[in-house]
Structures are given as structure tokens and as C-alpha cells.
């Protein structure tokens, strides 16, 4: 590996990163007690304490509403007893309900909470006002888990990705509804120390009101969420404890599959594939976590949401659902998002150090992939060779809400290389205005030889969050030879532009009406090149309605969009290309039983997959989508997507149709076990304005999955793949081509087995 200057300002500057001192704030807050006995809902039966375990325990009341009516008393009455004892701490929600028919309350699957009533609570266990741990439950007890990161980045907020083992438990009254929390504390991290200090806040969720209330008050009039919620003392002499988990896992899988790259021409192949892995978790000071995989469970059950990927000119982000990379995935989150864990395909082993000790937090992954190495030339010296990754994050807290951090990232693949070293830090000026930054320089040399390059990017936005107005404006810069290997690029942050997004809303609140809220916002977005030339511009005003389960925009936008020479193939000259869009939203969730999502945009768009031999022109273009949940029974409930996509020239003359059709049903026997079935039905026609081909596809998706915790699991699952394909000879050789109807091009059967063995 050849030297390089690269890193060595690391020294440096993490030195300089943490020295600087912190500061805190004392305030009044809960006193939580040490309990004798694990409490129970029969301990609470006509939803009040009447054991003297209960009684024992702390009570918090009078939640406060934040959604329709900030300020203003819940409409319904919450009552909640916390307590704690060595291993865990308890919580037990008592949510009245003058109209108790009317929770909602169903089966369904662990995560899937947010249609049905919800109680919950949300714990900084380091009292750093930066991220905590949130814990949700229904009337059924089902149960959902993330983490929660501050940010001024429209990207912050909760990462579901989060999975804890806790127990949960609910139970509906005639009075409303009891839920109960059990939460170890070896399922959290925290400073090592006698005396605990977090930070605590309650949550409930009405959902026919379109209520969310909160203990403490959680307002809109001021930025942030972990400030606002009350200081917790009272837990001394309790530990995660050094513990250990070990999750082995056994994938199995038959597939049926068309080869469509076979030598001798496309052929159908059927191939077995057997895998054993293991997944090992040591916790040790309270709140250190070391990971260890080897031959990671990398196999995906849960299916990609659909999204609409024909006429882009931009790489389409999908979520991360692995679960090597789940847990503290927010320490190596940053606005600039240089960790992208989908980048890394097929590793072998990899190994994670996370945690924190006082003000400071400290994340690394050292993992390889061998994905870059599969499917090459015998003669191409890549052959085989895997990417070696390394990630390394530090952060140090500044006091309320303030932090600064660093991230560093390397691949190694051959003799080349992709570095990056970014300094991060967010600061909160006042009660509303906030500021976040960020630094990040890049280094690259081929894999297959060339010059080495550098580039860097600046990233600096400020944000103003209130009641009555908000204000979002973030200038970012990237130089033409930025580059992050691990990361993801939104066409706002691509290499060779500067740009500012400007947005400012103001809301207004109307009094005696069944508006809550309306707001006005005008948002735009202006780039250039590195020589101060315009490459795009976009400006609109958008009209927000919300009712107490209805929301209505409406918006309408003005585009700009200069192609330069080398934006696409042909153009050899500048064009400048002017078009716009309206767009009308819809979303209701009045009825238990149903709740839909519609939108409708119909304006103009950039034709960017014109015919052979032609450029991009502007096309008249409509947009539908369209999303209906159906629930007609407790335990079933039926998720409906329908997409359609249609672009055509000014002239009338068809350029293409995009149509996605997906249905999920699931039907929740248990809250264990469940039986889903997926259909998605996918068509792209061709008209003659375009290079595109017809393209057809219906999928079948069947799996059975008992799922215990998120680590121990059972499915057994069946797909099935049909498309617009015939298989021809053609002197001697086969070829495929398009056909009208559809042929069967693959299916599979597949069986995985994970347990979680923890002490």
C-alpha cells in the first residue's frame, strides 16, 4: 500500500475534537423506586393500584398533547407506575377511555403498531440529550423498538432498525386499556456508575383523535425532543452486567432459477445452497458492545418496499434490514451519508466495537466482502479478491444537545483504495435554532491502475423549529473528485456541485374548527458547477390541511434542469430544459378498518430514456399512488399499493407506461406466529418515443414466520417469478427474447432457523 498524507491530520484533529469541556443543566424531574417483586397487571385490575406492589410504585399523570392541540390536556386520562429492580424497570400504562369500543386494537406482527392505539416511553440513559431508547406497545401488547438521534438533519429522528429483547404484555377494560413493560437492563447501555442519572418521557397515541400526548410536555414551539423530556434519578446499583449472546443461524434454500448469462446461451439451472453461521455479543462496562460474525445471516426474508425506478437518473436508496449492521447503526449515521452497509454484498466475517464512557462514544467495523471479486473474467486480475472495510466513528457530547465527532472510513480492494475522514458537530444556539456541520475529505486510487484523486465536500445547514414558523436552509458542496466507496449520493450532493436548499413554512392553528392546522410552505433548491454555472433550480409554494384524521397538500413545482456535455450520451452541447409539476395528497385514517394514502401529480418531466439516436426532451407526464391498508378481521390485515406511471411527448406519442401492483396480506394467528402472502405485479410498456422494451413481471411471495424475539425465529418460505420471456434457437445458439405473455423464470424454497443464547 503506497503512503499517503491522508490521515495524518486524525491525530490532530481527534485531539483537538475532545478537549473541549461539557456542561450540564440541573432540573427537577422523576424519582423512580426500587421495587420488591415483579408487578403484573392483575396487580392494576379496575385499572388502579391495588396490591401494595403497585402502590409502590411512582405514578405519572396528566399527559399533554402535542398533536392536534399543542398545550392543551390529553382528551382522554393516562396514568403511569414505573418502577425498578435489579434486572429490570417496569413500566405500567393505565389509558383511560370514555369510549372504550372504539381502541384500536389488533394482532399483528412485532413493528407493525402504528394504525392501532399506543402507549410508550423513551429513555436517554446517558442524560446526553442526544439519543435514547424508545420503547412502544399496543392494547395487545404488541411490541416496537428503535433508537432516537437529534439532528438537524431531515434525516434524523427514529431508526427502526433498533431490536431489544423486552417483554410486553396488554390487556383491554371496560375502562380502556392496561399495558405492560418489562424492559432488562441488559437490553440497554449506560455509564458505569453507583448512581444512574437518565433522562425519561411517556407517550400515547389516540389514534381517532390524531392525538399524540406527552409526559413531560413535548411542544412544537421548541427545537428538539431529548431536552424536553424530564430528568429520572432514583435507579443505583444496577448493571447490564458482562453478558454474552450467541445466535447461530441455518439457511437453507433450493432454487430453480433461468441462467440468463450461461455460455451457451440462457438455460434453466437448479442449485442447493446450504449455510451455517453464527452471531456472538459481548457486553462488558456497563456500555460496551463487541460483535462478532462469522459467515453472517445476510439473507433477506422481508422484501424490498416497491419503488418507482424507471426514468431516473439517480441511484434509488432501499433500507437496511441485516442484522449485523442494525444495532447503533445511528453512531456512524451522519448527514452526509458515508456509510451506506448495502455497498458491503457478500462478506465473510466482520467484527464491531460500539459504546460509549461518559461524554464520549466510540463505534468500529472491520469487515470484508467478497462480492467485487465474484463473476470476473478468468484473466481479470480482480479475480477473487475481496474488499477489506474498515469504519471508525468517534463523538464526544458538548453538554445540551451540543456534540462533535469524527468519522473515518477505508476499502481496500487490490492494489486501490477509497478513503474518507469527515469531522461532524451539531450546536443548538436557542430554544429554536440549531445548526449542524460537516467536513468530509475523500482519497482514491483505482483498483486497476490510474491517477490518484482527492475531493472534499462541505455540508452546513440551520434549522429554526416552532410553533408558528420553521425555517430549513443547508448548503452543501462537493468537488468533482469526490468520492465515498461505502457511502450514498443524492443528486444534490453529486460530485462537481454547490447548491442551497432553501425552505420556510409558517402554520397557523384556526380556533372553534375542525382544521387543526394549515400551513404554507415555499421550499427550492438551487446548483451549480464548480465554475458558478446553473445545472439546476427547482421552487414551489406547498398548502398543507390537517384535520384530526385527515391531511390534505397541495403543492406546485417549477423546474430548471441545465445537461451539460457528458450528462449524456450525444449531447454535445448545453441545453437547458424548463417543466413543472402539481400535486395533490390525500391521507385518511377516520375508519379502524381502513386507512388510505393517495397522491396525484400531473405536470411535465424530463424524458430522460428517449429513442435510440435522440436527446432528452420535455414530456407531458402523470403520476398516481395509491396505498389502502384494509383490516377485515383483528388478525388480517391486507396492505395495497398500486403505482402508475405515464409519460408521453408534447406531440401525443407515447414514451412509456409504468405500472406496480402489490398486495400484502398478513394473517397473525399469534403474536408469534404469522402467514404472509405477497403478489406484485410489475409492467413497463414501451411506446415508440423510447429505447425502452416491454417488461413484464408477477411475483408470489409466501412465507410462515414464528418469531419469538427479533434474534430467535423460524420461517419457511416459498417465491415464485414470472416474466415476458421466450427462449429461441437461433442456429445452434439460444436467445432470449421478448414474448407477450409470461413464462416462469425462477422460483425458490428456502428454510432459516436463528436462536438467541444469551447469559
Known sequence: MKSSKFFRCILSGVISLFVILSTNAAENGLTIPRIQGQPSLADFTGMQPNTPLASSMTKVENFIQREPYDGQASAQQTEVYIGYDQENIYTVFLAFDTNPELIRANLSSRENVFEDDRVGFMVDTFNDQISSFTFVTTPMGIQSDSRWTESSSRRGGFDPTFDAVWDSEGQLTDQGYMALMVVPFRSLRFNESNEQVWRIGFYRNIPRYGEDSFWPEYSINVEGRLNQIAPLAGISDVSPGNNFQVIPFFFAREVDALNRSFVAGPKFERTSEQEVGVDAKFVFNDSWALDLTLNPDFSQVESDEPQVTVNQRFEVQFPERRPFFIENADFFSTDSILVFTRRIVDPEGGIRLTGRSGE????????????????????????????????????????????????????????????????????KFTDNWSTQMQLVGTESEPSTGGDLTTGYQRNVMINRDGRTYNNHTHFIETTPDFKTELGFQYRFSKPGTSGIHQSSGINFYPENSGLNRWSGTLFGVYLEDMEGEKIYSQIGPTLDLRFDTTSLNISRTDYNEILKPGDFPGLNAVRSYDYDTWQIGFNNNSLETLQIQANYRQGSALNLVPKAGFLPTVADSSRIDLNLLLRPLEQLSIANTYFLTELETRGGTKIFSNEIIRSNWNYQFTRELSLRFIAQYDKTEAGPATRLKDDENLNFDLLLRYVINPWSAFYVGYNSNQSNFDIVEMEGERELIVANDLRRDGDQFFVKFSYLFQR
Open 360 to 427: 464520549y462514544g466510540f463505534g468500529s467495523i472491520l469487515i470484508n466482502d467478497a462480492a467485487p471479486g465474484l463473476n470476473r473474467n478468468a484473466d481479470d486480475p480482480l479475480r477473487g479478491e475481496k474488499a477489506n472495510i474498515a469504519i471508525v466513528r468517534g463523538f464526544r457530547d458538548l453538554g445540551e444537545q451540543d456534540t462533535i465527532g469524527f468519522l473515518a472510513t477505508e476499502r481496500q480492494l487490490g492494489d486501490g483504495y477509497n478513503r474518507v475522514l469527515s469531522f461532524d458537530g451539531r450546536f
